[in-house]
């Protein structure tokens, strides 16, 4: 599988800031959908925000305001900035890449927002 390597989870209190990191191997990344998703214990896997390869942004209610998602394509690169952080942020991320024939998912990263 191609590799996607998120960084930059980690444990935050309310109110704060952190910034993920999606770093993809792909030789065509640029080509590619890239999006952000979240899981929480017992719950489904749902879209945080996604950009297109030309650059179209769609982000969840729950985080409009809050999350922005931007990619550098030079570097391979898909970045969710968060902040705002609440404790209902608590999940794993995941990035995801999709180009309509093929999708590949990162490990996924934690990020706990507890006071």
């Known amino acids: 599988q191609v590799l996607l390597v998120e960084s930059g989870g980690g444990l935050v209190q309310p109110g704060g800031s952190l910034r993920l990191s999606c770093a993809g191997s792909?030789?065509?990344?640029?080509?590619?959908?890239m999006g952000w998703y979240r899981q929480a214990p017992g719950k489904q896997r749902d879209l945080v925000a996604s950009?297109?390869?030309?650059?179209?942004?769609n982000t969840a209610d729950s985080v409009k305001g809050r999350f922005t998602i931007s990619r550098d394509n030079a570097k391979n690169t898909v970045f969710l900035q968060m902040n705002s952080l609440m404790q209902e942020d608590t999940a794993v991320y995941y990035c995801?890449?999709?180009?309509?024939?093929?999708?590949?998912w990162g490990q996924g990263t934690q990020v706990t927002v507890s006071s």
């Open positions: 792909l030789d065509i990344f640029r080509f590619y959908n």
């Open positions: 950009i297109t390869s030309t650059g179209n942004i």
């Open positions: 995801n890449a999709a180009s309509g024939l093929k999708s590949y």
